[in-house]
């Protein structure tokens, strides 16, 4: 029989301690203003609304476009530095572990509803598209598109982030009336997709991971190097399956235990009978032992 799922209580609690640590700044949310202090300065691991009333970091894809769409764009060492280091330890852990956007998707499924799906034709394809809004949306429009002040645009935090429009559009519009009577078109738009990801939420495990979030298209490349990584014992690995059948990311963890679409929720361990897989640090193999991270 197989051992109960571990660690989803307290990856929960890690969770809303994360979300709730990153967005502590209660007075933003009182008079609708936005945390300014020294903190600023670092980022956030997650996903996480720059101008966000509670924020008190800032977010790395926020970070990434200021640098872009600056009047004189130069090389972000900081922030290359800050995904080598974050993305080069724990990958995909931060999409599991410490993105509160990604918390929020997950309590929306469990919402009841008379289907879930677990994948879907056209799913495996769709999931590219992450890697062309970080492309095109986060780097190239903010770094080509100049406006009528000679610097680009943030054009994935105006255009498409959800955590933005939930996390600082919502809470700013309700407090503060000027912002209510100048609502138009954009905060519609906005407004629209984060009503359809939520939606869509309920049936689908974390579609904006999945096919939107330029973040985890960047933590995405990290996976299979990261020094935090599953390990599959073959030893003890029968084959039953029950990994892949439980995967909420619609993936095979025994065959692709590090594949670029895990988020490290860690619910194949608790479903694995045998213990076969394991969430470790990066260690030397021993011979037979383990098999390295595919």
């Keep these: 029989m197989g051992r109960p799922r571990p660690r989803s209580f307290r990856r929960r609690l890690v969770q809303a301690a994360v979300s709730i640590g990153t967005n502590a700044y209660l007075p933003g949310f009182a008079k609708g203003t936005v945390y300014g202090g020294g903190l600023k300065a670092a980022c956030a691991p997650g996903l996480n609304c720059y101008a966000c009333p509670g924020a008190v970091l800032s977010c790395p894809i926020g970070a990434l476009q200021t640098q872009a769409a600056s009047a004189a764009p130069h090389i972000p060492y900081y922030l290359i530095g800050f995904f080598l280091v974050a993305g080069g330890v724990l990958g995909r852990f931060v999409c599991g572990f410490l993105c509160p956007f990604g918390l929020v998707q997950e309590l929306l499924h469990k919402i009841p509803f008379a289907r879930k799906l677990g994948t879907f034709r056209g799913d495996r394809p769709l999931r590219a598209l992450k890697y062309v809004i970080l492309a095109l949306f986060v780097v190239l429009l903010p770094l080509c598109v100049d406006n009528a002040a000679g610097g680009g645009q943030p054009w994935f935090c105006e255009w498409i982030c959800p955590a933005g429009t939930l996390e600082g559009g919502v809470p700013l519009t309700l407090g503060v009336p000027a912002l209510r009577r100048a609502i138009g078109f954009l905060f519609a738009w906005k407004m629209g997709i984060l009503v359809a990801l939520a939606l869509l939420s309920a049936v689908l495990y974390r579609p904006f991971c999945r096919y939107l979030c330029p973040l ?51 619910r194949c361990t608790g479903l694995c009978p045998t213990g076969a897989l394991s969430l470790q640090g990066a260690k030397p193999f021993g011979p037979g032992s383990t098999r390295p991270p595919s």
């Design 216 to 266: 985890g298209a960047i933590y995405a490349l990290f996976n299979r190097v990261a020094l935090l990584r599953y390990r599959v014992d073959e030893a003890a690995c029968t084959g039953c399956g029950s990994c892949a059948e439980g995967c909420p990311m619609a993936l095979d963890p025994r065959r692709e235990p590090n594949h670029p679409e895990c988020v490290r929720c860690g």
